[in-house]
């Protein structure tokens, strides 16, 4: 095994088992529709939430989403086999994270303007919500992997791991609906966007070495 | 420096014998400093003169709100000390200190609620810092259901050490969330580079009283961690004798 034939590998698979992905986008859009079922579908509430909303959705279903992403490996035994291999297994972590991060967030991404619509934001604001999922996600994604390396023997997991790793996810979420509030009211943003980038930088250098600890221990 | 009596706490049985002598040492002068601390303040330090007698909730409200982060930087610590050098004792404390510290952050929200509501006329405002505290208490939480749900204890040692680790991270963002957010809390009580902006005969037994729960913490921590080492060496033969020459 090299570690693009693991990176091809994990290509095909997520391909394969689309329904993952499908999964996740549709949870999304199920939170997003509780929010004006719940509160109130009136613009006046909408438009200034709209940015809060998304993310929570978008942390959710992250979260749902990484929530697996060991599991299948860990019961077929495959986790054990990437832990001998002799690779470095934080690299492979990465590979798989980028692998997932991609078939979720494309979709996402894409699926974002629609929704924004349906939650009145103005399309300036729109830009901003993006950049803001394109720069906060990665910490997202790194940050569940951590949870999901820790439960992955357990057989109910979920909830534990929501439990461990949302605290983590407040900041995140802090700054990029702090950008978006500011550039509703017309102040620069640039700040909470570059927290929000270094937040996922410093995660990136973080992350997938305590992912790599937790794997090993949890497949021993 | 010698550091050579540091290196043998992250003996278990060196710990126990350790902890022996100092435990009740540090539990009677907390207990007299946080006593007398606390006294003092609701007794004899003066009246503030914006807040009247409701700011005398400080002696209790800082101390463990302080007392919630350092166990939390501890847990940190003592999580990178077992990622790393594997000692045997950090695994012990995380699990002693975590219940701790999560009492102290429960405290600390519960003495700042009282306090909110004559002061901001509400009992619980979003504000940063509160914010911050609630989610140390979910931190906490979290370190200890992971704790909990693991049934080999190996991988739970790991695991809290790994949750530990990362949560480090959140201690920056509490201390500079007052700064960051700029919202309704009044910065930092305690700052030891800076002169103190309260005067003497209140500060005063507000550091007595800190330094008395630091204490009291840090002896029922030995204490927990003693339970620990009992629980998870008790095949060893140093145990068996401990426990047929002292009993338990």
Same mark, same amino acid.
């Given at each position: 095994m090299t570690y693009s034939s693991f990176f091809y590998s994990e290509i095909l698979a997520i391909f394969r088992r689309k329904q993952d992905a499908v999964n996740a986008l549709v949870?999304?859009?199920?939170?997003?529709?509780? *929010?004006p079922l719940g509160? +109130?579908? $009136?613009?006046? *509430?909408? @438009?200034?939430?709209?940015?809060?909303?998304?993310?929570?959705?978008?942390?959710?279903?992250?979260? &749902? $989403?990484?929530?697996g992403m060991f599991k299948e490996d860990y019961n077929d035994g495959s986790l054990e086999q990437l832990v001998v291999s002799g690779l470095y297994l934080p690299v492979l972590v990465l590979l798989k994270l980028a692998v997932h991060w991609f078939a979720i967030m494309l979709p996402l991404l894409v699926l974002t303007p629609i929704l +924004?619509? &349906?939650? *009145?934001?103005?399309?300036?604001? /729109?830009?901003?919500l993006?950049?803001? /999922?394109?720069?906060?996600?990665?910490a997202l994604f790194l940050i569940g992997t951590i949870g999901a390396a820790l439960t992955v023997s357990l057989r109910r997991g979920a909830v534990l791991m929501l439990l461990i790793i949302l605290p983590f996810y407040l900041p995140v979420i802090i700054f990029s609906t702090g950008a978006i509030a500011?550039? @509703?009211v017309g102040q620069p943003y640039n700040g909470q966007l570059a927290i929000l980038g270094a937040i996922s930088l410093m995660t990136l250098t973080l992350s997938p070495i305590m992912a790599a600890v937790s794997i090993k221990a949890s497949v021993n | 420096m010698n550091w050579i009596w540091f290196h043998k706490l992250g003996s278990p049985k060196w710990f126990f014998q350790w902890a022996n002598k100092w435990?009740?040492?540090?539990?009677?002068?907390?207990?007299?400093?946080? !006593?007398?601390?606390?006294?003092?303040?609701?007794?004899?330090?003066?009246a503030d003169y914006q807040q009247g007698n409701s700011f005398r909730i400080i002696y209790i409200h800082v101390p463990s709100a302080i007392?919630?982060?350092?166990? #939390?930087?501890?847990?940190?610590? %003592?999580?990178?000390?077992?990622?790393?050098?594997?000692?045997? =004792? %950090?695994?012990?404390?995380?699990?002693?200190?975590?219940?701790?510290?999560?009492?102290m952050a429960v405290i600390a929200l519960i003495s700042g609620a009282i306090w909110g509501k004559p002061t901001w006329g509400a009992w619980w !405002?979003?504000?940063?810092?509160?914010?911050? !505290?609630?989610?140390?208490?979910?931190? #906490? =939480?979290?370190?200890?259901?992971?704790?909990?749900?693991?049934?080999? =204890?190996?991988?739970?040692?790991? %695991?809290? %050490?790994?949750?530990?680790?990362v949560g480090l991270i959140n201690l920056p963002i509490i201390k500079y969330s007052v700064e960051w957010w700029n919202t309704l809390h009044q910065p930092a009580t305690f700052t030891i580079t800076a002169k103190p902006a309260m005067p003497m005969e209140m500060w005063l037994p507000l550091l007595l009283s800190t330094l008395g729960m630091y204490g009291f913490i840090a002896a029922i921590a030995m204490w927990r961690m003693q339970t620990e080492v009992l629980v998870r060496e008790h095949r060893s033969n140093w145990v068996k004798k401990e426990i047929l020459d002292n009993g338990i």
């Open positions: 949870f999304f859009l199920l939170v997003i529709t509780l *929010f509160v +109130s579908p $009136s613009k006046e *509430f909408l @438009q200034p939430a709209a940015g809060g909303i998304i993310w929570c959705a978008v942390a959710l279903a992250v979260l &749902m $989403s990484v929530e +924004s619509q &349906m939650l *009145f934001i103005n399309w300036e604001i /729109l830009w901003v993006i950049l803001t /999922l394109i720069l906060g996600s990665p500011a550039a @509703q | 435990s009740k040492f540090a539990f009677v002068i907390g207990l007299v400093m946080l !006593v007398v601390g606390i006294a003092w303040g609701l007794g004899f330090a003066p007392l919630a982060q350092s166990c #939390y930087l501890g847990l940190g610590v %003592a999580g990178l000390v077992s990622l790393v050098w594997r000692m045997k =004792m %950090a695994p012990v404390f995380i699990k002693a200190v975590a219940p701790l510290g999560a009492v !405002v979003w504000d940063a810092r509160l914010t911050s !505290v609630l989610i140390l208490f979910l931190l #906490y =939480m979290g370190v200890i259901a992971i704790q909990n749900s693991l049934d080999d =204890m190996q991988l739970a040692d790991k %695991a809290v %050490a790994v949750i530990s680790v």
